[in-house]
């Protein structure tokens, strides 16, 4: 079972990168997906969460407007479209599949994590 983040790179403030997590060796369209997101020397921190068939989205209150976080279960994929940038979403962003088709922010409910793939915004 893999998840493999990709879309990462560098980008200018007010400017918009979108990142895309396929998954294999399973199929996750019955488990709520979630974006998290780690700068050095902090813990690793919830940014966005959906539900199974995509019909419910939660997001941290700093993208709030800003990303959307949408999903392809026929394709088991997952995007987070990040919009208006800014250097504070420096960091690098890991796509996880939850335990169960609910939504949530807890990292410790999400069994599966890609690796991660890097997002730099400059000011």
């Known amino acids: 079972v893999q998840l493999q983040a990709s879309g990462g790179g560098l980008v200018q403030a007010g400017g918009s990168l979108r990142l895309s997590c396929a998954a294999s060796?399973?199929?996750?369209?019955?488990?709520?997906m979630g974006w998290f997101r780690q700068v050095p020397g902090k813990e690793r921190e919830f940014v966005a969460t959906?539900?199974?068939?995509?019909?419910?989205?939660y997001y941290v209150d700093s993208v709030k407007g800003r990303f959307t976080i949408s999903r392809d279960n026929a394709k088991n994929m997952l995007y987070l479209q990040m919009n208006s940038l800014k250097p504070e979403d420096t960091a690098v962003y890991y796509c996880a599949a939850g335990r169960s088709s609910i939504v949530t922010t807890i990292t410790t409910d999400y069994d599966y994590w890609g690796q991660g793939t890097q997002v730099t915004v400059s000011s």
């Open positions: 060796g399973r199929t996750f369209s019955s488990n709520a």
């Open positions: 959906i539900n199974w068939r995509g019909s419910m989205t």
